[in-house]
């Protein structure tokens, strides 16, 4: 897909990968942005004016349906959807500060509404010739950390939903592919970890991998990953469980 001239959906566009996104595909294509409220998020539309901005908590599915109705239109198409928003609790289960209702809203920011935007979305990506799913996953979804339980298990869903969507819209327009990302160096990564990629980087590869065929975009260490899970699944493990 040659990324010009194109209406480009980004789920958290306001900041992370998303807004990094937003700034590389702006200036040659129409660009709608599904955020929730945030002071991010009006500094985005400060800046780029041109773009267009739904609101909507994506723990909340009612508002996910209304971001919807307002993309889908008659005269209107959709070329790429790229579901990047997520959130990510490192607390465990044992913590002292786990919160039993953050379960329900992080599987629903990650997944549900990963699902339900896409289905909803469908008619105006199935009028673009042809359209694109992207799913923004994470090599977490290849072999889980100790940490971020819940995280962990919404991104392996994410890669067996997007599997067999895939299958399922093979006889359509629609191509669905994923990005397996590093540890990226964001707000949600702030305060964790060494040797994070920067967010230039990584959105360079995601947008170089777009045009590329495949189902699957490997960003980084996610590369040596897949290769060390593929021969040796335990060692995989072991490497990604101390996170």
């Known amino acids: 897909m040659k990324l010009a001239g194109k209406h480009i959906v980004i789920t958290g566009g306001a900041s992370g990968i998303g807004l990094g996104l937003v700034?590389?595909?702006?200036?040659?294509?129409?660009?709608?942005?599904?955020?929730?409220?945030?002071?991010?998020?009006?500094?985005?539309?400060g800046e780029y004016d041109h773009i267009a901005v739904h609101e909507a908590d994506f723990a909340d599915l009612a508002q996910v349906e209304q971001a919807a109705d307002q993309l889908v239109k008659p005269d209107r198409k959709i070329d790429l959807l790229i579901n990047n928003a997520a959130v990510q609790h490192v607390q465990t289960f044992l913590d002292d500060d786990f919160r039993y209702e953050s379960i329900r809203r992080e599987i629903d920011i990650n997944f549900t509404s990963v699902c339900t935007?896409?289905?909803?979305?469908?008619?105006?990506?199935l009028k673009s010739t042809p359209s694109t799913v992207l799913n923004i996953n994470s090599g977490l979804a290849l072999a889980p950390k100790t940490t971020s339980a819940v995280y962990c298990a919404t991104k392996g869903a994410m890669n067996i939903f997007s599997q067999s969507l895939g299958y399922q819209l093979e006889e359509t327009n629609i191509q669905v592919k994923q990005a397996f990302l590093p540890l990226v160096d964001t707000a949600m990564?702030?305060?964790?970890?060494?040797?994070?990629l920067p967010v230039q980087r990584v959105v360079d590869e995601i947008v170089e991998g777009l045009g590329k065929s495949g189902p699957t975009i490997d960003v980084g260490k996610v590369r040596l990953l897949r290769s060390i899970n593929r021969l040796s699944p335990n060692l995989a493990q072991k490497i990604m469980k101390r996170g």
Do not use: F
Not at 23 to 42: F, G, H, M, T, W
Not at 189 to 196: E, Y
């Open 117 to 125: 935007l896409t289905y909803l979305l469908l008619p105006a990506l």
């Open 23 to 45: 700034q590389k595909l702006y200036v040659e294509n129409e660009i709608s942005v599904i955020c929730r409220p945030s002071s991010a998020l009006e500094a985005l539309r």
């Open 189 to 196: 990564t702030k305060g964790r970890g060494t040797s994070k």
